[in-house]
């Protein structure tokens, strides 16, 4: 158990200029590739003034967990969140932008290596696990900031069930996909799941099943999916 407390990974990460089937990296056996495919809502209007937009992606969060659900290392996380570099933020540490991950992770700054701009296109990250782990979680937590809708508004209360974090906050809450991960099924290739959402204020870090009032984020992510070099 200790052994798998200690992981240790490399991460690389690089824009695709397509698809995560291009391969661009160099990969040894047993290495696994976590492709983020972009939808088309991976590119969010967020406006900056005189009704000018910038396109932004989203923010996202990539770690690994045990068989049994146990954090165990943070693959990459973006950079804003990572090391609390919010622009204009005045302090607010954004704590509902991924609060799934964060309080799995429970520690903020990041190092570096752990972080990066979002990439505006589909990417890949590698994973080389140097403990020998053979059963594993992937988890990836993405979200937009002020992605409203009717069913999060802009207007919400601070207490009520869709209040995410008000003028800036995230509108409609981070989505989580997992993918269980098996070196000894035989399997090359994983696809993860939605399995739900996070706590829309960021208080909490459960996984909300209910998705109920959840749209444009759903497009957000394409497809995720794993793969055994």
């Given amino acids: 158990m200790k052994k798998m407390m200690i992981l240790l990974v490399a991460v690389i990460m690089v824009m695709m200029n397509h698809s995560c089937s291009k391969e661009k990296l160099e990969y040894q056996a047993g290495d696994l590739s976590v492709c983020i495919e972009a939808g088309d809502g991976w590119l969010h209007d967020y406006p900056l003034f005189l009704g000018i937009n910038k396109k932004n992606p989203p923010q996202i969060a990539i770690w690994i967990e045990d068989a049994n659900g146990r954090y165990l290392t943070t693959l990459y996380a973006s950079k804003k969140i990572a090391t609390q570099g919010w622009v204009g933020a005045h302090g607010n540490p954004r704590k509902e932008a991924l609060p799934y991950w964060g309080h799995r992770c429970g520690r ?30 992937v988890m990836i937590e993405v979200n937009h900031s002020i992605d409203w809708n009717d069913a999060y508004p802009e207007n ?8 995410s974090g008000g003028d800036e906050g995230s509108g409609q809450p981070a989505l989580v996909y997992r993918t269980d991960v098996d070196m000894d099924s035989g399997h090359k290739t994983f696809e993860a799941i939605l399995i739900g959402h996070s706590s829309p204020d960021g208080t909490d870090g459960e996984i909300h099943h209910d998705m ?18």
């Fill in 108 to 137: 903020l700054p990041l190092t570096d290596g752990m972080t990066g701009a979002t990439p505006r296109k589909s990417f890949d990250v590698r994973m080389r696990d140097k403990a020998g782990l053979r059963q594993c979680r």
């Fill in 156 to 163: 919400a209360e601070a207490g009520t069930a869709n209040y």
């Fill in 212 to 229: 109920d009032g959840i749209t444009s984020a759903l497009t957000i992510v394409k497809r995720i999916t794993i793969r055994v070099k």
